[in-house]
Structure formats: structure tokens, C-alpha cells
């Protein structure tokens, strides 16, 4: 592929990356723990509202426990040096006049007035159509996207975690459901396992183009 010599880096990390599903149980060190939680933070927004917060877990603490319940008993959620649950705001928050939207849009050009203008007939258009949750969810795949993208172009292993109970990752969190939702869990760490092979259809069968 005739692409600079950065885009191949990165492509290969996508080759690279696969759902790893067993980890050595070790803890990532400090810099590669804070480096994977800055390709999350760094991560596109709606309206750049950021309705997430990332909560880190290491292993061997009852946390970490009641998470692998919550999450069926999968072994990535055992052995994983990293857990990230990302967690999402609850409808309520994005009211043009709530207290989190009026502080995120403070840090914008112009303030909440300019911020308030552009955002209310979207946010409107998504309370109709009851999608405010599903749209501030969604984002969150962005995130945990960037981060096991990252993970990969730092030689470290991933797995996206969506089998899991909410209630009860809320609950292992000590997070207010009335506030929170999970938007997804994502594991990091070394392998323990042998790379499965990646498996996906050709460009040809998926890409089609419409000018
Ligand atoms: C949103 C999402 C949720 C997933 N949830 C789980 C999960 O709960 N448990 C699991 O073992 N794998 C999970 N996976 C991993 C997928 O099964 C895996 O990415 C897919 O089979 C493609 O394989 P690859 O990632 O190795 O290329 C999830 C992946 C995504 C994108």
C-alpha cells in the first residue's frame, strides 16, 4: 500500500490487534496505563461534551472480582493487568441547561450562550426520537476503539468486553445508576494464549462506492 511510512505503523497495529481472550495476570506499567487512558480521553465527542468517565482496575481486589461476575466469569476479565470500564452519562445530563452541560460548554469559544444555540435542536431531535442514551453510548465504542488501537501500537493486548450484567458493573463500581449507564468494558494486558488469526471479508464484499 503506497501510504507514508506512519500509516503502515498503524495499519499493522490494527492487524495486530486481536480479542484476546487469556492474560498473564500482570499489571501494565504506570506509562503504558496512563498512555492507554490518554488514547481514550483524546477520543472525538458529539458537540466535544465528553459524557464519559473511565475507571481503571487493576487485579486482585474485590473489585476486580465482582467485575468478572458481572461479566459472566470471563477470563479476559480475570487475567486482564487493565480493566477500563467506560461509563456514560444518563439522559438527564444533556439537557442544555444541566449542570454538566453548562460546565463542559463553559470551556468553549463564546461559552454556554454560543454552545446552548448550536446544541439545542440536535439534543432536541434526540429527545424525540428517545435516543439521547443510545447516541451518548455509541461514543464510547470511539474510545475504547482508540484505546485498544493504541494498546496494539504498544505491543499490547485487548479485548473488548460488552457480555456483562450493567446493573452489576454499576454496582462492583459503586456508581449511581440513576446517573451512570456502562457504555462498554474494555481489558488490556500480555497474552497468555496463542494470536488467533484475523477473520474478515474481503474490502471487495464491503466497500462499495456511490459517487
Ligand atoms: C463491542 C464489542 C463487544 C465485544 N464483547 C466481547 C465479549 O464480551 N467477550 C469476548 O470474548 N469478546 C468480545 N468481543 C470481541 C469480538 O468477539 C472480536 O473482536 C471479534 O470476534 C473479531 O475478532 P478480532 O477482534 O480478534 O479481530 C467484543 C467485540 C466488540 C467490538
Known sequence: MNVPAA?????AAMER???CKLYDGARLSPEIEAYILECGRLSPSSFGLEPWTFIANHPGGPVREAMFEACFAQDAVKTAGLVVAILVRRAASYDPDSAFVLERA???P???PVFRADYIGYWQFLKDEGRLEEWARAQTYIAAANMMTGAAFAGVDSCAI???????ILSALDADPSSWRV???AVFGRKAEERREKIRTS???LIQYRD
Open 110 to 112: 463564546g461559552g454556554h
Open 17 to 19: 490487534r486481536y480479542a
Open 162 to 168: 460488552e457480555g456483562y450484567k450493567e446493573e452489576s
Open 7 to 11: 500509516a503502515r505503523d498503524f495499519l
Open 203 to 205: 474490502a471487495s464484499a
Open 183 to 185: 457504555g462498554l468494558v
Open 106 to 108: 463553559e470551556r468553549f
